[in-house]
Every structure is written in structure tokens, then in C-alpha cells.
């Protein structure tokens, strides 16, 4: 069975919004072992999305729509749909009564372009919005489904975990696919795929994808079969002859971050993490702190981005900083230490560099990062070189240190 | 004339990756002037991909193809376009040569996978790839174009820019259209909306287009005419009308985000700031050093994610935090004076709050903040509440602790 997402919105069109929707949906329908065939994205006009709704119901037996809803003028999807399927729209006074009630309660006055958010359309079924005013809508035709949704990611979210999915999983008849995601660190993709072998034994159990970023090689393994089980067991046979040769560059086992992969280590050893951003301005501790219950391992930080703050805060010497610069391996070793006296914290680490555009120097270039660590009897720092944009290096730089510092926590498990 | 955008790739449709290409493409080129009606995103399947080719050449007469340029077995999309247009497959000298010397440089052995990446096909224009392996083609049939691109973002934006666009500007006929945000903050898009009256009027001149996120509420007009001049007088009309309703909600004239709003106030007054940031967890601080040249305002933060650090690091008085709690006014404001007397800044703002899932009591909830303000006269803390999950309550918080910011900065230039 075919599944189609179409995506609605100018603002998708010319850039200004990223269409994070239709990841987070085929992301979630993987997981219930559905997979997405096609996602398109069409401005608000009303031709284009009912050429898109011919085009996905010829093709498509589920299809879910986002997006068009809002109460301004701009938002077409609810009256293009019900044209499309000859509805007529009604005051739903279950939804009207819904949207006072929330006006009221956030003590707002309710204007007369939230009224017509509670007219809906007499055939289809409709989804309560419990986070914002713009209700769901389900349309049925003969055995095709269509699902129209609030661009608003969380309204979205919260209207495919409750009622979409479970609605799409009893009519989803075909092959259950699964997934897993090996995630890899220090080798080239193409390196990696030639060392891997023979790619279509491997592929007799699973579809086999590389997927290159900032923070190393991901390779994907989806297994097909007719019910979980089988599948599960395809993936099982997949991921052996994957592991078979490439094993010591595997730096986790399904699709997490690095940060994540970091903090289980220290959780599991309870120990703490201190951090001394320069060059990376917060990136790593926001990283860190992102994870829940991250105040069990993360004790805080210092983003020093000046000469003094590295002095006073973290007691980076003077000498240290006139004789070396502040972008060398001693300042980000001594960053590391101060950090974590500080904080008292088990661990540190560092980063001083030059992110960019400007500030570089032939001998200290721009993507010229140095990172530290240190521990009670250690203190390290490497130097890398990167040649990505600002956000790039600064991402790489996060990396550069926490690939130190989950070396380190590997050699001392050892 | 129509433009459409095809992504390929597996990892797109199943949410492993976002696709940002789509949204930055369209960027571009709406800032030369030209508008995506299209985004088609297709996995890796050789007659997805063969369809969504047909139905491109079929309405539009540029098309932009993204992604499975890679070296891996996975992609396709070289294979799939040569068989399209009925090309061969052809070794490139030039190309072969760049791979080589690029593996050289980096100093790693080249496997055979990328030598395949220089056999290019024979109708095709080539477009040198800087930055990777795999080159970019060009295709024409009649007076359509079809652009192919590696998926890697700065690969395929140094293609885009240095050679596409300019490419697609020669032989763009139609109208031009031009936009504009106005970035509005503290109003809710439905009485935004009915505040600005005849809309019918506004768009005489521009489409108006409301775009809600974390940080208010943007309003994109978007205007066409037969050239740029055009195009730009009647952008200026519609602005004009927008401005005579709502102009006290309108916070940034351009498509900027708040933490470069003040970057600029900030550095127009040569003043600077530090944060002190808890259940922030260092968001603000990387924002802020997101932006170019931000070492000129910004002097640094401490993210303190336990008492002791706020004790140590910001000299929050023990007595404070055992009488209010961490998560109080009292303590927001401790820690924005702390964190101003530490870096020496003019300003300093500061977070603490539940920034969830889990930490929530009846009292103090998940979603629950305090923002503090420090300058040289006063010190001012604010509670607010939000109904995010982690990461969107990490979004809220920093938005709040800025907003805070930006309205004393306002007041001071009163």
C-alpha cells in the first residue's frame, strides 16, 4: 500500500519555512512500519493542490495533507478539499464551543476569522484540535483515505499519535518494514562501502543506505516482510554481515547523536561533564542540555569569548594566552582544566578556535580548531582543521570535542 | 515560467533527513527574482524517480534534481537521467583528474567507487564540483533544463550559486516578483489579521502571507511586475498599507531573527552583553554566537545547571536560593547581576526555569520561567509560562529572556 504526503504552503516553496513536517510524519510511520512513497509540496493556489489531490489519489491509498487551516485569507486547504469532494461546510458546535473556550481561557478576545474555523465539512470525520482552533478532517473514498491536518508542528503531532496512525495502522494491509541505523565514525563513505563487500548479499535480507553528515557515515538497514516478525528477522541477518566487517567504526547502534551516545556512557558510570566553549559559543552545552535528564551528567559550563572571561572564569594564566594566542593547544588544555575545577566535575572538555567568516590568519585559518579534555590524571588537547561556513564549523568543532572525549571514556572502560 | 524541484533520496521520505535543500534553493531563487511552484521528493527507486522526471518536464521549464549523485550502490539518479535522455555513460578526463588530486590532497587511497563518479553522460553539460566528487549535469530538450545535483548541501549551494542560477537568470522569461517580511512579535496572528482591515486592498499589490512560529508572527508580502522595478514599487505599496495598521507590532523589517535585532541595537550603541542561562542550557549564548562578528557584543555566559555553579560561577547568595528556590524571580535576577559583574558587560540576561519533560510540581510546572535583566541601574526578572516539550520550551525561554532585552534596550533609546 502507497502512502502520500503533500505538504502545503508557500512559505515551503520559497525557503522560509523548512518542511520539518513531512520528516517527523515519515519518521513516525516507519516506526509503525509504514513507509512513505512520495512527498509533494505545493504553494497556496488553488490549481496546484487539486492537481496534486488527482495526482495522489491515483497513486496513493493513504493521503496526508498539512497545512492551509490557519484563519487568515492565505489558508485555502479546507475550501479547495471540500470542493474537491463536493462537501458542503457546517458549524460544528462541538469545535466552536472548543475555540471559545480556549479564547477565553488564555483571556484573549476572540475574533470573527476564529468562528469559521469551527465550519467543517458535512461528510468528513472530524479530528479535535486539542493545542490550537483549526480541526482535523478525514475524507474516505472507496478504500482511500485522505487526512488533512494544521501545518502547526505540534497540532500535527499530536492529531497522527492519537488518531491518524492508529486509524492508518488498522487499514494498512501489505509488507512491514523496519529499520535500524548504524551509526559510524572516522572513515570516508566511500571507504566504508568498499570495505563492506559484497552489497548485494547483504541486500538479500535488506535495502542498504549511506548517509554521510557533519558527525560521520550513518548506514541505514531497512528489512521488508510480511509481518513484523519476518522483517525483524531480515534486519537481524542484514545487520550481522554489516557488523561482520566493519565493526570498530560502529559508534552506535541506532539512529542517536553523538551527545547521546556520550551521556548513556556517563550515566551509566555516573560521572559529571563540565564544558569551555569558545570558538563553539554554547553549541555543545546546548547539545548536551537538550537530552532529558541531562542535569544528572552536565554540571554547566563557560562560554569565554573573550581573553578576560578565559582568565577570570575559567583561570586560564595571562602568560599562557600572551605567549601562545588564545587559539592553541595549551589555552585549550588549560580551558578543560579550569572548567573542571569549576564545576567539579569529573570530566571537561574544550574547544578555542576561529569559526569564521573572518579573523583567520595564514598561520591560525579560519576552520582551525583546537579541543581539550581533561580528567583527574589527564589533560589533552588536539588540533583540527575544518573547512565548513561558521554554523559548519561550529557543528564540527562540537564534534571534534566530544569525539575526544568519547575516545578517552572508551580507553578508560578498557 | 514554472520551476520545480525533485529530491531524491530514501533518507528525505522517512525523516531521517530534513530536506533543508529544498527550502534553501528556494531562497535563492526567489531572491533573484524567480519562484518554485513544485517540490516532488522521491525516494531511491528507479521508476518513482523515472515518474516524477515525466511530470516535472510535463509543467515546468526548469528542474532542479537534488541527491544519489553519492559513490554508493544507493544512488541512482546519474543511471535513471542517462537513460531518460538517452545519454551514455563517458569517462571525463577533467573530472577523473579532480577526484584523484582531491583524494591526494586529503591523503587518503581513492577506491575504485570513485573513479565511477568521473564516467559522466555524453549529452550532458558538466559542472565542476569544488568541494566533492561527484560533478553536476545539465540537460536541455527544447527550452527545458534540467539541472542535477549532488545532495550534500554546500556542494550542491556552490553549483546553485556559481553556475545555475546565473544559468537559469539567461533564460528566465516571465514575471519577476520580490518580498518582504515584516517580523511582528506580541500580537496573535487571528487579531493581527483583522487589525489590518481590507486585505483585498493589500493585494492589489502583494500577496500577504501570515507565518506564526516561536518567535511571533511573521507577515511575508510577496509582489510580482514585469521587472524587478516593478515588482519593487508595488512591494512598496503593499508595505505601506501593512505599516498604517500595525506598525507597533512590527519588531524587524527584514526576514531576521530576534537575537540579530539586538546584535544590531547592541553594536549601533558599542554596548555588550553576557547571559547566564539554566534551563536554557547555553541556546541563547550559541544563537547569539551564530552570528557573524557577534565577539564585538557578546562577552560570554555560564550555564549553571546545578546550585553550586550558580553559587561558585555567579555568586547567587546560598540563602536566595534555599528561601526562593533556583527556579524564582529573586534568582533570575541574581544571576543576570552576576553574570553582568563577571564578564564586565553593559547588559546581561538570564534564565531559569522547567524546561521538562520531567522536574514539574504544582507550583513550578513544566513550561514555567523566570527571565532576568541586568544593567548598570537595574535589575528586573519576569515569569513566564509556555506549554512546549523540552526543546520547544528551550525555543520560548530564550525568546522570552531576549524579548525582555530588547524591550529595555528600546526604552533606554527613548
Known amino acids: 500500500m502507497n502512502i502520500e504526503i503533500i505538504s502545503i504552503g508557500d512559505e515551503l516553496l520559497i525557503g522560509q519555512t523548512i518542511n520539518t513536517n513531512a520528516g517527523w510524519m515519515g519518521e513516525q510511520l516507519l516506526n509503525a512500519g509504514m513507509r512513505v512513497q512520495w512527498v509533494s509540496t505545493v504553494g497556496d493556489e488553488y490549481d496546484h493542490l487539486v492537481d496534486a489531490l488527482k495526482l495522489a489519489e491515483s497513486r496513493a491509498d493513504f493521503v496526508l495533507m498539512t497545512g492551509g487551516l490557519g484563519p487568515t485569507h492565505d489558508d485555502i486547504t479546507k475550501k479547495v ?31 470573527k476569522a476564529n468562528e469559521e474555523q469551527a465550519m ?92 554521510p553528515d557533519l558527525a560521520g557515515v550513518k548506514i541505514r538497514l531497512t528489512a521488508a516482510g510480511q509481518d513484523h516478525d519476518h522483517a525483524r528477522r531480515n534486519l537481524e541477518e542484514a545487520e550481522k554481515l554489516v557488523r561482520s566487517t566493519i565493526e570498530k567504526f560502529i559508534f552506535a547502534d541506532d539512529d542517536i547523536k553523538l551527545e547521546e551516545a556520550i551521556a548513556r556512557m556517563l550515566a551509566g558510570n555516573r560521572k559529571t ?41 575559567l583561570g586560564v594564566p595571562r602568560e599562557m594566552l600572551v605567549q601562545f594566542g588564545s587559539v592553541s593547544e595549551q589555552v585549550a588544555g588549560a580551558m578543560a582544566e579550569g572548567a573542571r575545577k569549576r564545576f567539579g566535575a569529573d570530566y571537561a572538555i574544550s574547544t578555542t578556535g576561529i569559526a569564521g567568516p573572518s579573523g583567520g590568519t595564514p598561520d591560525k585559518p579560519v576552520g582551525l580548531v583546537y579541543v581539550g579534555y581533561a580528567d583527574e590524571q589527564e589533560t589533552v588537547a588536539s588540533r583540527h582543521v575544518f573547512f565548513q561556513d561558521r554554523l559548519g564549523n561550529k557543528a564540527r568543532f562540537s564534534q571534534a570535542a566530544m569525539n575526544l572525549l568519547r575516545t578517552k571514556l572508551l580507553s578508560r572502560e578498557e
Chains 1, 2 share one sequence.
Open 81 to 111: 478539499i471540500s470542493d474537491y469532494f463536493k462537501a458542503k461546510l457546517i458549524l460544528d458546535r462541538r469545535v466552536l464551543k472548543m475555540v471559545q473556550e480556549r479564547f477565553k481561557k488564555r483571556g484573549i478576545v476572540m475574533v
Open 120 to 211: 467543517v465539512p458535512d461528510i468528513a470525520e472530524i479530528i479535535i484540535n486539542k493545542l490550537g482552533t483549526a480541526p482535523g478532517l478525514i475524507f474516505r473514498k472507496g478504500n482511500k483515505n485522505f487526512y488533512v491536518m494544521p501545518g502547526v508542528p505540534f497540532e500535527m503531532q499530536a492529531m497522527m499519535t492519537e488518531k491518524i496512525i492508529p486509524d492508518m495502522l488498522d487499514r494498512y494491509r501489505g509488507a512491514f518494514s523496519v529499520r535500524k541505523t548504524l551509526a559510524t565514525t572516522g572513515i570516508p563513505e566511500s571507504t566504508l562501502f568498499e570495505t563492506m563487500g559484497d552489497m548485494a548479499k547483504i541486500e538479500r535480507f535488506a535495502r542498504v543506505a549511506f548517509l
Open 273 to 313: 561533564l563540565a564544558i569551555a566553549e569558545s570558538c563553539t559559543g554554547g553549541l555543545i552545552s546546548h547539545q548536551f542540555t537538550n537530552i532529558p535528564g541531562s542535569s544528572l551528567i552536565f554540571m554547566g559550563s563557560v562560554v569565554c569569548y573573550s581573553n578576560a572571561a578565559k582568565m577570570t572564569l
